[in-house]
């Protein structure tokens, strides 16, 4: 009986301290919300590995797009700087694609075109999207991205 009252005691008590943390902390909602644009050199498996890219960013939270043009693939995050952070190293250190002889790989050339702050999200959720080239200043300059694609997707596309 004394072992049930002891137990239902430090039951009580967690749940308050609980409660208590939680109410003190601030909320993560005052992160500074950051915007990545990330380049895949290429996808062997591009359904399996769009698929573990869509699942990663709705665990993290991170909206955005992976933007297929042609030969380049680029992916847009956003989101707060640990969730980006975050996706990169998951990038880097699990298997997402397959090599040519069909085993499982990890993302060994993935390169960061651009990392900034941003005000406010451009994007609601996060989506694929096939575009040509004509198509893609249009499309990020709907999500006010002109200045990185003017600074940092025109020269890299521009130089091939």
Not at 33 to 45: A, G, P, W
Request: glycine letters at 2%; one cysteine or more; hydrophobic letters at 35%.
């Amino acid at each position: 009986m004394i072992l049930s009252l002891l137990t239902a005691l430090q039951e009580k008590e967690n749940i308050s301290r609980r409660s208590v943390s939680l109410t003190t902390t601030e909320p993560e909602d005052k992160e500074i919300l950051t915007t990545s644009v990330l380049q895949l050199d290429h996808m062997r498996n591009k359904s399996q590995y769009t698929k573990t890219i869509k699942r990663w960013c709705e665990e993290l939270g991170i909206v955005g797009r992976l933007l297929f043009c042609q030969r380049w693939i680029f992916i847009i995050l956003q989101s707060s700087e640990s969730n980006i952070k975050t996706y990169i190293q998951r990038n880097k250190h699990q298997c997402v694609d397959v090599d040519s002889s069909g085993h499982p790989c990890k993302e060994r050339l993935l390169s960061t075109l651009y990392h900034g702050c941003q005000e406010k999200l451009a994007f609601s959720s996060f989506e694929v999207v096939s575009l040509d080239l004509q198509d893609l200043k249009n499309y990020l300059t709907q999500y006010n991205l002109s200045r990185v694609y003017l600074n940092y997707i025109f020269p890299l596309i521009n130089k091939k």
